[in-house]
């Protein structure tokens, strides 16, 4: 079954402004790590964080864990027509080499 | 380029027909992986392997088998027995070392039925 659940499950905004996606999960993790998913393509990793951190920063990107409540948010910052695309959270709970548990994505639309 | 290729882009399955994807990755990479992914879905896991000659099976492995002979490679065969096979395949690769690895992903094989 599916751990990540993602919120909004679609979202429409102005370029230029800040774009806030939300995921939540069910069981302990090792870590979470968000995908990016143009149309037809393969995903493309964002960024990760590990259980024990609570944000970090990539260029225009934030991510925060909070493992007490099970969600991650993604925040894309000052978004450009480019970030049109899937966004997916994906849970590891084992650390090891087991596959990653994925949401349904939230469908980002940057309008010019 | 260090990367995963998959092939082919595009493929059709006849009925009772067993169809194979090709993955190949050249990361050195120990841990490979298959996802299905059904439109406006997330990925589900169907196999995945660790190390070469072992594998393991995920969520929906029904209806799919892999092989694992060589490191770079983890091929996925549809066979007639998967009842819905249509669907965007996604093949994965992930470094074992250091744990906290993320995955990196081809560019995917979309089966349709003919």
């Known amino acids: 079954s599916q751990q990540g659940e993602e919120d909004p499950q679609a979202l429409s905004i102005q370029e230029g402004e800040n774009a806030t996606m939300n995921c939540s999960y069910k069981?302990?993790?090792?870590?979470l790590q968000w995908y990016r998913q143009n149309s037809g393509r393969g995903l493309v990793h964002l960024i990760l964080i590990r259980s024990n951190e609570r944000e970090k920063h990539s260029g225009r990107l934030r991510v925060t864990l909070d493992t007490s409540k099970k969600s991650s948010s993604l925040l894309i910052t000052a978004s450009r027509a480019a970030d049109t695309a899937s966004y997916f959270c994906?849970?590891?709970?084992?650390?090891?080499?087991?596959?990653?548990?994925f949401g349904k994505g939230t469908h980002l639309i940057i309008q010019p | 380029d260090g990367g995963i290729t998959q092939s082919p882009k595009y493929l059709f399955r006849k009925e009772g027909q067993n169809v194979t994807l090709s993955c190949e990755q050249n990361?050195?990479?120990?841990?490979m992986y298959w996802y299905r992914q059904d439109p406006g879905q997330g990925l589900r896991l169907i196999y995945y392997s660790q190390i070469v000659n072992d594998f393991q099976k995920g969520d929906i492995a029904e209806g799919y088998s892999v092989s694992r002979e060589k490191k770079e490679s983890f091929p996925l065969t549809v066979t007639s027995a998967q009842k819905n096979p249509t669907a965007f395949y996604l093949c994965?690769?992930?470094?074992?070392?250091?744990?906290?690895?993320?995955?990196?992903f081809g560019d995917g094989t979309r089966l349709s039925i003919l």
């Open positions: 994965a690769s992930r470094s074992r070392g250091l744990g906290n690895q993320p995955q990196h």
């Open positions: 990361l050195n990479h120990d841990a």
């Open positions: 069981t302990s993790i090792n870590n």
């Open positions: 994906a849970t590891d709970e084992g650390g090891g080499a087991d596959g990653l548990t």
